[in-house]
């Protein structure tokens, strides 16, 4: 293909639910990547299509709407590119996608984008389930009413795949205009006329919606808004009720014939969903199985995931084992094997929890019971400052807060949207159970409360104190952030239906690949300025310790393991981040820690189970992360001035507060700098978090001690 | 206005321009009959059946609009 050959871009828009995700799948497989519409976090898939050898196409998967009047950030991105015919996205084509099942509200919009002046290619999906259940729906008379060709199509079975591929190859190569539908008032025309020669317009609608859209449209300048805004005020125009009553007479427009084709109304017989809602949604069972439905998910992350888990531990393990033992030793395969591998392994390990938990909830949001989880919380987690939709994003939050931070894009209100990013990294990751279960043996002597064993309670109240905190947390935000807009529920409950394997399968492959994406690459960052700063010292002074530590060895006749043992440790203390770790005990003094773990705290920025790995080489007992070694190092340390143990119970509480609240995770605080668009935001989060983990780190060791 | 559990509603206006907006993309449109199937388990939100789609709104949206 030559360079100057223009590449056709072709938006799939429909409903909400109306099967366009689905369409899009079954269209471009895996072959799509996800990117953002410029400007906003809204997700944008795009994917090549070849129609056949001479015409490539590509797909767009643009947010679902019910209308150009748009309720969300999601949904403004529609509006903001089909009124602007100089958009870079601007489509030359759309494929419009309906369900066939709510055919009447679907008018709204396809007669909106008939008046954007863009070809329009209508796909009917739900074939198979119109077939199966035997259900009468008279295309030909659908396709006389709209006045366009209707695709009638299974994401199921996908039999009649190439009907599309032709239509898209028609619609570019002959573009088909479509008849106009809604007729301008006198009050629109003149308000279009007078201003129609600053805009940049194909169609009137076109023009009208710049105008109504004036306020918040990106491509405008501030000179032509104000300019707008004084109009429409000169001229008493009110935007909200001529785009109410537009709306109504586009309704008006085909709703009677369509009401005589649609499929018939099921309201006099209960169907299946009415039946599973009564349950599923009852007042009381409702949360009642939404409770163990959680329950059998965090039993899945955390049960099923734990042989895969410690494969990939062990495995990268071995890799270090085997670049140190193969490899002549330098300062690459320094990095390499105690830098980098350990550092993505500590990533790659949760990939099998993270795989489980979005397969889960793809499960459950293929089904359709996620929107009724929404429903049933949203007046609850409003209470919070939240929205229905931040519940996701919370259970999210216990295996990982970066993938569940990613998921609060579904809220539309950017307050609720703000509070749930704010709090989910108090709600304990995964990622501190390795801290939680090794300090959990210093703080809790090994007894039965009951029949529970105490310190299985303990690790339960960390989790839960880190919820209560959520909450808490997010009460007090709510009255904090200022409000930017008014934030709406109104959420369609869609039928349930079986799930496609490939949607589920497509969805845990994007939020896989977003995580390892933006984790990965944090943490690889971190942990190769960690390994530089833990291998590297003030000149001489890392020598200097090292023969100490040979000197030590051959006095007190150390196997050739301990002395090198000893020698790694020695060389921590000296090298930059152990003279940091030194430098920063003044400050966690009143917390109980010394350098030692003040060093584990630095390092355990790249991810919060760096903690224990940290803590097995300053106690010289070589790379290994078996916590029981490590526990049992501990438990020998003195503290050098006291002659106490530095490891008592106070300690040990002291520091599992402190992992409960503090936000100890480079990849989080990117991800939210990601999502907020800026610093600010982060940083507040940082400190607010970190003066929790001090302030009750503080209280529990000053109370203990 | 105020609306009940288990009874059907013919939607006649709006009192909230804001909102009525919103609703009608949605299919609350004049003349249409809508169902109350039931509350959620604390109360703010309702969920109902427009000729067989499901749509929940919270208490302050429902009451926006004027029913008979
Ligand atoms: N049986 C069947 N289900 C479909 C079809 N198209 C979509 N669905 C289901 O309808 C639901 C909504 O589809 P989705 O593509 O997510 O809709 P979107 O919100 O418009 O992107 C999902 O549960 C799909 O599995 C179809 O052609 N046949």
Same mark, same amino acid.
């Given at each position: 293909?030559?360079?100057?050959?223009?590449?056709?871009?072709?938006?799939?828009?429909?409903?909400?639910?109306?099967?366009?995700?689905?369409?899009?799948?079954?269209?471009?497989?895996?072959?799509?990547?996800?990117?953002?519409?410029?400007?906003?976090?809204?997700?944008?898939?795009?994917?090549?299509?070849?129609?056949?050898?001479?015409?490539?196409?590509?797909?767009?998967?643009?947010?679902?709407?019910?209308?150009?009047?748009?309720?969300?950030?999601?949904?403004?991105?529609?509006?903001?590119?089909?009124?602007?015919?100089?958009?870079?996205?601007?489509?030359?084509?759309?494929?419009?996608?309906?369900?066939?099942?709510?055919?009447?509200?679907?008018?709204?919009?396809?007669?909106?984008?008939?008046?954007?002046?863009?070809?329009?290619?209508?796909?009917?999906?739900?074939?198979?389930?119109?077939?199966?259940?035997?259900?009468?729906?008279?295309?030909?008379?659908?396709?006389?009413?709209?006045?366009?060709?209707?695709?009638?199509?299974?994401?199921?079975?996908?039999?009649?795949?190439?009907?599309?591929?032709?239509?898209?190859?028609?619609?570019?190569?002959?573009?088909?205009?479509?008849?106009?539908?809604?007729?301008?008032?006198?009050?629109?025309?003149?308000?279009?006329?007078?201003?129609?020669?600053?805009?940049?317009?194909?169609?009137?609608?076109?023009?009208?919606?710049?105008?109504?859209?004036?306020?918040?449209?990106?491509?405008?300048?501030?000179?032509?808004?104000?300019?707008?805004?004084?109009?429409?005020?000169?001229?008493?125009?009110?935007?909200?009720?001529?785009?109410?009553?537009?709306?109504?007479?586009?309704?008006?427009?085909?709703?009677?014939?369509?009401?005589?084709?649609?499929?018939?109304?099921?309201?006099?017989?209960?169907?299946?969903?009415?039946?599973?809602?009564?349950?599923?949604?009852?007042?009381?069972?409702?949360?009642?199985?939404?409770?163990?439905?959680?329950?059998?998910?965090?039993?899945?992350?955390?049960?099923?995931?734990?042989?895969?888990?410690?494969?990939?531990?062990?495995?990268?393990?071995?890799?270090?084992?085997?670049?140190?033992? !193969?490899?002549?030793?330098?300062?690459?395969? #320094? %990095?390499?094997?105690? $830098?980098?591998?350990?550092? +993505?392994?500590?990533?790659? /390990?949760?990939?099998?929890?993270?795989?489980?938990?979005?397969?889960?909830?793809?499960?459950?949001?293929?089904?359709?019971?996620?929107?009724?989880?929404?429903?049933?919380?949203?007046?609850?987690?409003?209470?919070?400052?939240?929205?229905?939709?931040?519940?996701?994003?919370?259970?999210?939050?216990?295996?990982?807060?970066?993938?569940?931070?990613?998921?609060?894009?579904?809220?539309?209100?950017?307050?609720?949207?703000?509070?749930?990013?704010?709090?989910?990294?108090?709600?304990?990751?995964?990622?501190?159970?390795?801290?939680?279960?090794?300090?959990?043996?210093?703080?809790?002597?090994?007894?039965?409360?009951?029949?529970? !064993?105490?310190?299985?309670?303990?690790?339960? #109240? %960390?989790?839960?104190? $880190?919820?209560?905190?959520? +909450?808490?947390?997010?009460? /007090?935000?709510?009255?904090?952030?200022?409000?930017?807009?008014?934030?709406?529920?109104?959420?369609?409950?869609?039928?349930?239906?079986?799930?496609?394997?490939?949607?589920?399968?497509?969805?845990?492959?994007?939020?896989?690949?977003?995580?390892?994406?933006?984790?990965?690459?944090?943490?690889?960052?971190?942990?190769?300025?960690?390994?530089?700063?833990?291998?590297?010292?003030?000149?001489?002074?890392?020598?200097?310790?090292?023969?100490?530590?040979?000197?030590?060895?051959?006095?007190?006749?150390?196997?050739?393991?301990?002395?090198?043992?000893?020698?790694?440790?020695?060389?921590?203390?000296?090298?930059?981040?152990?003279?940091?770790?030194?430098?920063?005990?003044?400050?966690?003094?009143?917390?109980?820690?010394?350098?030692?773990?003040?060093?584990?705290?630095?390092?355990?920025?790249?991810?919060?189970?760096?903690?224990?790995?940290?803590?097995?080489?300053?106690?010289?007992?070589?790379?290994?992360?078996?916590?029981?070694?490590?526990?049992?190092?501990?438990?020998?340390?003195?503290?050098?001035?006291?002659?106490?143990?530095?490891?008592?119970?106070?300690?040990?509480?002291?520091?599992?507060?402190?992992?409960?609240?503090?936000?100890?995770?480079?990849?989080?605080?990117?991800?939210?700098?990601?999502?907020?668009?800026?610093?600010?935001?982060?940083?507040?989060?940082?400190?607010?978090?970190?003066?929790?983990?001090?302030?009750?780190?503080?209280?529990?060791?000053?109370?203990?001690? | 206005?105020?609306?009940?559990?288990?009874?059907?509603?013919?939607?006649?206006?709006?009192?909230?321009?804001?909102?009525?907006?919103?609703?009608?993309?949605?299919?609350?449109?004049?003349?249409?009959?809508?169902?109350?199937?039931?509350?959620?388990?604390?109360?703010?939100?309702?969920?109902?059946?427009?000729?067989?789609?499901?749509?929940?709104?919270?208490?302050?949206?429902?009451?926006?609009?004027?029913?008979?």
């Amino acid at each position: 293909m030559s360079p100057t050959t223009k590449i056709f871009k072709v938006a799939l828009i429909g409903n909400p639910n109306s099967g366009k995700t689905s369409l899009f799948n079954s269209l471009t497989g895996l072959h799509q990547h996800v990117a953002n519409f410029p400007g906003v976090t809204v997700d944008k898939k795009i994917a090549k299509y070849q129609i056949d050898n001479n015409l490539t196409i590509e797909l767009i998967d643009f947010p679902g709407t019910y209308s150009l009047y748009p309720n969300s950030d999601d949904e403004k991105v529609v509006a903001e590119i089909l009124s602007n015919p100089v958009n870079d996205d601007y489509p030359d084509s759309i494929v419009y996608v309906m369900d066939p099942f709510a055919l009447k509200r679907e008018m709204l919009l396809l007669t909106q984008l008939k008046d954007i002046g863009i070809p329009i290619v209508v796909v009917l999906t739900m074939k198979d389930l119109v077939e199966k259940r035997k259900l009468d729906l008279n295309i030909k008379k659908l396709e006389e009413i709209i006045g366009n060709k209707v695709i009638f199509f299974s994401n199921k079975t996908k039999a009649n795949i190439d009907e599309i591929r032709l239509a898209l190859k028609q619609s570019i190569n002959n573009p088909k205009d479509n008849q106009r539908c809604y007729m301008l008032n006198s009050d629109e025309k003149s308000i279009v006329a007078t201003f129609s020669n600053r805009l940049n317009f194909n169609t009137d609608y076109q023009a009208l919606l710049q105008i109504h859209h004036s306020d918040w449209l990106k491509y405008q300048n501030k000179y032509l808004k104000k300019e707008i805004k004084e109009y429409k005020n000169n001229h008493d125009f009110k935007s909200l009720s001529f785009q109410i009553n537009e709306t109504l007479d586009r309704y008006g427009f085909f709703s009677k014939e369509i009401s005589k084709i649609a499929i018939k109304d099921k309201t006099k017989k209960e169907t299946i969903t009415d039946k599973i809602d009564n349950v599923i949604t009852h007042r009381v069972l409702g949360p009642i199985i939404f409770f163990i439905v959680m329950l059998l998910l965090f039993q899945a992350i955390f049960s099923w995931a734990e042989l895969p888990m410690n494969l990939l531990e062990s495995g990268f393990s071995s890799l270090s084992t085997f670049i140190k033992s !193969n490899f002549a030793e330098s300062w690459f395969t #320094g %990095l390499l094997a105690d $830098g980098i591998i350990p550092g +993505l392994a500590g990533v790659l /390990v949760f990939i099998p929890q993270i795989f489980l938990l979005f397969l889960i909830i793809g499960l459950l949001e293929e089904i359709g019971y996620m929107s009724r989880v929404v429903y049933m919380f949203d007046d609850l987690m409003k209470k919070f400052g939240m929205n229905g939709r931040s519940i996701i994003a919370l259970i999210s939050g216990g295996a990982c807060a970066v993938p569940a931070i990613m998921s609060t894009r579904t809220i539309n209100n950017w307050k609720e949207r703000l509070i749930t990013i704010m709090v989910t990294p108090l709600i304990s990751c995964s990622a501190r159970i390795p801290v939680y279960t090794l300090l959990v043996v210093f703080a809790v002597p090994d007894t039965h409360i009951g029949v529970f !064993n105490a310190r299985g309670l303990v690790l339960m #109240g %960390l989790y839960l104190l $880190g919820l209560a905190m959520t +909450l808490v947390s997010s009460m /007090v935000m709510k009255y904090i952030i200022k409000s930017k807009g008014r934030s709406y529920l109104m959420i369609t409950l869609p039928e349930y239906k079986r799930p496609l394997i490939k949607n589920i399968a497509i969805f845990v492959k994007e939020k896989v690949g977003a995580f390892v994406f933006v984790a990965g690459k944090i943490i690889l960052i971190v942990s190769i300025i960690l390994w530089f700063a833990a291998s590297y010292g003030p000149s001489g002074a890392m020598d200097t310790a090292e023969k100490d530590a040979i000197e030590i060895s051959t006095g007190k006749n150390l196997s050739k393991e301990e002395m090198s043992n000893l020698k790694a440790s020695e060389r921590l203390e000296h090298s930059y981040i152990g003279i940091l770790g030194k430098a920063i005990e003044p400050a966690i003094k009143p917390l109980g820690f010394d350098w030692k773990i003040g060093i584990a705290l630095i390092t355990s920025f790249a991810a919060r189970e760096v903690f224990v790995g940290t803590l097995a080489t300053i106690y010289s007992v070589g790379s290994t992360d078996d916590g029981m070694k490590v526990s049992e190092q501990m438990a020998k340390d003195i503290n050098i001035r006291t002659g106490e143990k530095t490891y008592n119970q106070a300690v040990a509480w002291s520091l599992l507060l402190f992992y409960v609240f503090a936000l100890q995770c480079m990849s989080t605080i990117a991800v939210v700098r990601k999502e907020t668009n800026s610093w600010k935001w982060p940083i507040i989060q940082f400190l607010y978090m970190g003066f929790l983990a001090y302030f009750f780190s503080f209280l529990v060791y000053n109370f203990l001690n | 206005m105020k609306f009940e559990v288990g009874k059907s509603y013919k939607i006649k206006s709006f009192n909230d321009d804001e909102i009525a907006g919103k609703l009608l993309t949605l299919g609350f449109l004049p003349e249409t009959t809508i169902f109350f199937t039931r509350k959620s388990p604390f109360g703010g939100a309702y969920y109902f059946d427009i000729n067989g789609i499901k749509i929940a709104l919270r208490k302050e949206e429902a009451e926006a609009i004027i029913a008979v």
